[in-house]
């Protein structure tokens, strides 16, 4: 039989959660497993909900699912928001002293949901407790393990003669995880391996935490013994790794040589960037030092203008940013476009207009990312569909940076950013570094920097070069970079600069433009993100021997209209999944291809898709139960 769980531990922010899931997702990585877990936390500094789900399976896994195997609730609110979840035969994990807590004494419950929620019970009558929902998810199958966390931290204060213990409500969320495990029956030996591994530089924190887990473990194993789940050890697979969204990014910036990265703060980009500092003194080949310099600036309009200036040094230069941080950089965009300044701008979306939600994932940006700046200058917009592919696509886009001169939108969002999953190690040896026509030398006294070319592109000298002179103005400028208003020079420069549009489609591989799943006549098309759950969807389906085709698009500007269009040429049934409102692709194929999706499957509540969700969107589609336009809304 099988495994395939998914786990779901809640609580304040703050209140280590975080810590908990990791310990959750190593232990079980350890073990062989597969891993997706995702994080959803309320846009506060701290005391609002936040979540983790991970998701384990003996099998490779790609997203999420709606229902939940375990459930771990400390706090009345997790009990509240997600009680609907829990599957029958699953099991909720909760904190007996909280039991008679009423709604209305959880403040940080909005009022819609609170709202929906009395709704809820009242048709169920059942009160407005923990105890009430506890209830409605017994009838709807699930299995109820009281624990009071604080009888248990405190019997184990006194057993292990530490009465400090008996207050400290932080070591909840290792209790949490330890009754989980306990439950699962998976040996202790890797729980603890796993609380070593997160402490470890703290040695007499983890000591504790280790007390805490094994004693912890012991109470649950011994008093549940009716749960349907156990986790064994299977075999692990070679070269696997468990690594996080943002990590995908940042190691293949240093990988392909990245060394200059300015940045202003802002969720979810920030993490990069830490991640990036934390790191900063790389190894590279031949035993020579390396290192990347992360700079934290005043504002985005610095962070762009310091990377602007590190690539006119030849240094290869990125910056990292969120949709509101995009928009100050938009005038800067266009300085760079219009001096062929190859840089990087690692774009990770999340939900707006304006602050949105700042803590939420969302595809909102795509047609802004085509589009930002005023005038026309050429760029790449280029978005990953998932961790592992993030690091070999980074790589790629400091290439593209490079051998066409041009700014390069790398598209991410919230759901890759706060994902955690199990995957190839990555390979170095398939990142190549190409610098394009970047000079080391300059021979010609007479030497251009934006000379008219046979392919549009110029020899690039960089700053301190000898005979490599440059001019760089904001302005339309001749061949040297002095400024121009001649009207024939104009057209010569801007035939010059757009001709790289036509020029990329020719030269990048078709592979590195669109990945092609197969294709048959019900066929989906989508970009970023949803390709782990589209592809776990059409898995189901294909269990059902309903074939679907998949092309996932990942060259967004310039659009290889030529070759998505072969693709489609036999496709009777196309079907458009994003994360955003307006369906932004649709536009694009419209725009493009002169025919527009036959149906939209869409979310913009702020929470990821889920491959149930999409499953069913599919079912109805091909069961002919489906309007035009499908919008998910599962999530709390």
Not at 208 to 232: E, G, P, R, V
Not at 313 to 341: D, H, K, Q, Y
Not at 413 to 426: E, G, H, N, Q, Y
Request: proline fraction near 5%; include cysteine; charge should be neutral.
């Amino acid at each position: 039989m099988s495994t395939d769980i998914n786990w779901l531990i809640g609580g304040p922010q703050g209140s280590g959660v975080e810590s908990a899931a990791n310990i959750f997702s190593r232990a079980c990585a350890a073990m062989g497993y597969h891993i997706f877990g995702k994080r959803e936390f309320y846009s506060n500094i701290k005391g609002e909900h936040s979540y983790f789900t991970v998701r384990i399976s003996d099998k490779v896994i790609r997203s999420n699912v709606n229902n939940v195997e375990l459930m771990v609730a400390f706090d009345a609110e997790t009990a509240f928001r997600h009680y609907t979840e829990v599957s029958k035969g699953g099991a909720i994990i909760y904190d007996s002293d909280m039991s008679a807590t009423k709604v209305d004494e959880v403040h940080t419950i909005d009022a819609p949901y609170k709202s929906r929620l009395l709704s809820h019970l009242a048709s169920k009558n059942k009160s407005p407790t923990v105890q009430g929902v506890l209830d409605v998810a017994k009838e709807n199958g699930a299995k109820l393990y009281p624990i009071s966390f604080k009888t248990v931290l405190s019997n184990m204060a006194d057993e292990v003669n530490n009465p400090k213990l008996k207050g400290m409500v932080r070591m909840y969320n290792v209790l949490g995880v330890s009754f989980s495990l306990g439950i699962l029956k998976m040996p202790p030996p890797t729980l603890l391996d796993s609380i070593d591994a997160i402490f470890s530089k703290k040695q007499a924190v983890a000591d504790l935490n280790k007390k805490a887990a094994t004693y912890a473990y012991n109470y649950a194993s011994a008093k549940f013994t009716d749960y349907d789940h156990t986790l064994k050890p299977t075999t692990k697979e070679p070269d696997t790794i468990l690594v996080q969204g943002y990590q995908g990014t940042a190691l293949g910036k240093m990988a392909c040589g990245c060394r200059f990265q300015p940045y202003y703060p802002i969720t979810p980009a920030s993490d990069e960037s830490v991640f990036l500092e934390s790191n900063e003194i790389v190894d590279v080949r031949d035993n020579r030092p390396g290192s990347t310099l992360v700079v934290q600036t005043e504002d985005e309009i610095a962070a762009i203008g310091m990377t602007i200036g590190g690539a006119l040094t030849g240094t290869r230069s990125a910056t990292c940013t969120s949709g509101p941080g995009f928009s100050l950089m938009a005038e800067a965009l266009g300085w760079a476009g219009i001096n062929e300044v190859p840089i990087v701008v690692t774009m990770y979306q999340r939900s707006g207009p304006s602050t949105g939600l700042p803590t939420r994932h969302g595809q909102d940006d795509l047609m802004f990312s085509i589009y930002a700046g005023h005038g026309e200058f050429p760029r790449v917009v280029y978005a990953s569909g998932d961790i592992e592919e993030s690091f070999y696509d980074t790589g790629r886009c400091f290439n593209y940076a490079d051998v066409y001169q041009v700014p390069v939108i790398h598209l991410m969002d919230k759901f890759l950013a706060s994902s955690v999953i199990t995957c190839k190690r990555f390979d170095t040896e398939k990142i190549t570094i190409n610098r394009g026509k970047l000079l080391e030398k300059v021979t010609d006294a007479n030497y251009k920097r934006f000379a008219l070319t046979n392919d549009g592109i110029s020899p690039r000298s960089k700053l301190g070069l000898e005979h490599g002179i440059f001019w760089n103005t904001g302005d339309e400028s001749d061949e040297s970079g002095h400024i121009t208003e001649d009207p024939e020079l104009r057209i010569k420069m801007m035939d010059k600069r757009l001709s790289r549009l036509t020029y990329i489609l020719k030269t990048m591989p078709d592979d590195e433009q669109v990945v092609s799943f197969g294709t048959s006549q019900i066929c989906v098309v989508s970009w970023g993100s949803p390709k782990g759950p589209i592809l776990d969807a059409l898995e189901m389906l294909k269990k059902e021997n309903i074939n679907v085709g998949f092309i996932q698009i990942k060259l967004l500007n310039p659009f290889p209209k030529d070759y998505v269009q072969f693709l489609l040429k036999d496709v009777k049934t196309l079907i458009d999944i994003e994360a955003n409102h307006t369906g932004q692709l649709g536009d694009i194929l419209k725009q493009n291809l002169e025919r527009g999706p036959d149906y939209y499957i869409l979310k913009y509540t702020g929470r990821p898709m889920t491959s149930t969700e999409i499953y069913e969107s599919l079912k109805n589609i091909i069961e002919n139960k489906a309007q035009k336009r499908q919008v998910l809304s599962h999530g709390s």
